[in-house]
């Protein structure tokens, strides 16, 4: 099987595909776009997209192409992010001056790399910083990446776990050509629009309320074209092949102008 | 009155703030956190940050800082962006080869830059694209940024409103440290959290259902250090001076964990 994710060897993408898939061939396309089109064109069989994490919030980008493309979501994976401070082989940490790496992870290490007088400077990504680290041979400046990433390069950790907040999780979602029965309890992803009227959403989130369907997510985007329209996007517990949910998404269908089931699939258990 | 905005001179934040208050001082802090505190120190008496794009959706940040500080929201405004195409004096438009400007103005423009066989290269922002080039002297490069931004640093516009979409708007919010009394219709901005129980969200929408009031705006936002628990930020025609929308408050607090109200501002008229 070929798994598609964004994003250069090292990348916690790369980390997540094996957790979730275990031994794999993965295809690492330079775009979000490009990855979903490698699954449309059949060069992947699927493409591990992250969606949301629990400190910076949702990546609209996907929940774009998710919409755009004629895709399946079949699985949901949560990864811990935990960033190591890495450098060149022999380097102390008492020497790091500047940490290089992807803007987000910068930000989530910013109370640590302030409280050691390091300065923060952005590069593409997390494991591309470690990259450029080794290729410069700098004695003074650190990256910011997964250990995969420091083992990949064979470089040094000078210390492990330096995010500010513990509770940094990404959500992942496997998203394939085919639509799959989840067996386990599931998930169902869906996106709609409705009338741009008073009480539309309180409606549509009615049918949810009324059978104790239980929400697990929630995010508007606003619609290409039409400012000011949303796009609505909700997770809630249960499976399209299952008969409350099924009346469920019915029930929507009354109310909502556009509708589509992006896939029903397990529930992620640690 | 001083007021500041995020960005450097000839930025779209600086064309709004004269759009909306007319001939005032301007104060441009480096990032959104110092604008906020700029207002805070009373350095400036009001911000006027950019919230929501109708193309690229919310600026989460602006409503992060929203939350972390004890401001108020006094009014809002719609800038409508127009992009332009910005060269050195002399050079023609069939000798561009590269763009530079802001990822989000590259994007909105990626279909131009397409067919005219430009490449896009990312920058700090779009006036410094125009300073940046201006520097260099560079006759195959184009930087892509606002009129206002050509005029200022006395540059040639080959073409204007080169973005895909023309409706691209960017809704800014004034924010001071006073609140005010609307006389004319207005919205009022809130952000709340729940319970995380099923129906939760039903029931907080339902307090503006069942009296009618119209939402203009729904957006969640992930809840630092509590995973898959979200803040809820929610825009509504009223003030809260008015007697139905305290009522609809105040049922709302029934039900809320956390509630605060950011602000009743008069409803922008274009």
Redesign the interface.
């Known amino acids: 099987m070929k798994v598609a994710f964004q994003g250069e060897p090292g990348a916690y993408s790369e980390q997540a595909v094996f957790n979730y898939f275990g031994d794999v061939e993965t295809v690492p396309p330079e775009s979000f776009d490009a990855m979903f089109d490698s699954v449309v064109a059949g060069k992947s069989d699927m493409a591990l997209a992250p969606i949301?994490?629990?400190?910076a919030?949702s990546i609209?980008q996907n929940y774009d192409l998710l919409l755009r493309h004629d895709l399946h979501i079949v699985g949901e994976y949560l990864l811990r992010v935990r960033h190591c401070l890495i450098a060149n082989l022999g380097v102390k940490k008492e020497d790091i001056t500047k940490a290089i790496s992807h803007p987000q992870a910068l930000g989530q290490c910013a109370a640590y790399l302030r409280s050691h007088g390091i300065k923060a400077e952005q590069v593409y990504d997390t494991a591309g910083s470690v990259n450029m680290l080794k290729e410069s041979g700098a004695r003074d400046v650190a990256a910011i990446a997964s250990k995969r990433a420091a083992e990949l390069y064979g470089m040094q950790i000078l210390e492990e776990g330096i995010e500010d907040?513990a509770?940094n999780?990404t959500r992942f979602l496997a998203v394939g050509r085919e639509s799959t029965v989840p067996k386990e309890e599931a998930k169902t992803s869906i996106v709609f629009t409705l009338k741009n009227?008073?009480?539309a959403?309180?409606?549509a989130?009615?049918v949810?309320?009324l059978r104790?369907?239980?929400?697990?997510?929630?995010?508007?985007?606003?619609l290409?074209?039409?400012?000011?329209e949303?796009l609505f996007y909700i997770d809630f517990i249960g499976s399209m092949y299952d008969d409350v949910s099924k009346r469920a998404l019915d029930h929507l269908g009354e109310y909502a102008v556009m509708l589509r089931v992006l896939g029903s699939y397990p529930r992620f258990r640690g």
Chains 1, 2 share one sequence.
């Open positions: 949301e994490n629990s400190l919030g609209h907040n509770e999780y009227q008073p009480g959403l309180f409606k989130l009615s949810f309320a104790d369907l239980d929400l697990t997510k929630i995010e508007s985007r606003p290409q074209g039409k400012p000011w949303y």
